[in-house]
């Protein structure tokens, strides 16, 4: 199985701070990789699939970047809407597979 | 508007089995795989498996293997996802999720709380 591996698991941050979450993946996965967020009691949201492409109705700040094994998502301007626990996902052969989650929290 | 609806909340003891339903509308049900995924409490996301509305067609994750069932039933546009010998970590909210062509899950239910308690 491919497993993926976020950091950092934490982030500390304040509005409108630029902020990365990385995402290393055990094996090559070329560009099947998306973004999720989530919030409390909530189900996720997808974000960014197929690496770097931004889901309708997403704001612009949020970019993704990437292929193979090591994916960035980057909030460019942090948003209080924006704290939250983001979660990257691979795909391969139908089979899926998470990473941890990084939280998201106001410093 | 396209949109997955759960059935409700199970308590459910140890050793038992839980069904869960998930009904699709506003979009062509056998265009689209289901994935479902759990998340026991204040932990992260788990994926448990996939199914193909179109053929029926299953992958499940190796851990679940032997205890999890996936089904459709296309003249109701509804997924199902069934697992037996319920155990106390087991308990969690499970999602469904629509999965689309590029392999991201873009709709999701408002999940199912299952309880396993004795």
């Known amino acids: 199985d491919i497993q993926m591996t976020q950091s950092p698991s934490s982030v500390s941050a304040s509005v409108g701070d630029r902020v990365t979450i990385t995402c290393r993946a055990s094996?090559?996965?070329?560009?099947?990789l998306a973004w999720y967020q989530q919030k409390p009691g909530k189900a996720p949201k997808l974000l960014i699939y197929a690496a770097s492409s931004l889901q309708s109705g997403v704001p612009s700040r949020f970019s993704g970047s990437g292929s193979g094994t090591d994916f960035t998502l980057t909030i460019s301007s942090l948003q209080p809407e924006d704290f939250a626990t983001y979660y990257c996902?691979?795909?391969?052969?139908?089979?899926?597979?998470f990473g941890q989650g990084t939280k998201v929290e106001i410093k | 508007q396209v949109q997955l609806v759960q059935s409700g909340a199970e308590v459910k003891k140890p050793g038992a089995s839980v069904k869960v339903s998930c009904k699709a509308s506003?979009?062509?049900?056998?265009?689209?795989?289901i994935s479902w995924v759990r998340q026991a409490p204040g932990q992260g996301l788990e994926w448990m498996g996939w199914?193909?509305?179109?053929?029926?067609?299953?992958n499940y994750a190796q851990k679940l293997q032997g205890r999890v069932t996936m089904t459709t039933d296309t003249s109701t546009s509804t997924a199902y996802m069934e697992l037996r010998s319920l155990r106390s970590d087991d308990t969690a909210v499970y999602y469904c999720?629509?999965?689309?062509?590029?392999?991201?899950?873009?709709?999701w239910g408002q999940g199912t709380m299952v309880t396993v308690s004795s």
């Open positions: 999720a629509r999965v689309t062509r590029l392999d991201a899950f873009d709709i």
């Open positions: 996902q691979q795909a391969n052969s139908f089979l899926w597979t």
């Open positions: 506003g979009y062509t049900f056998t265009s689209y795989g």
């Open positions: 094996q090559g996965i070329s560009s099947w």
């Open positions: 199914i193909s509305a179109y053929n029926g067609n299953t």
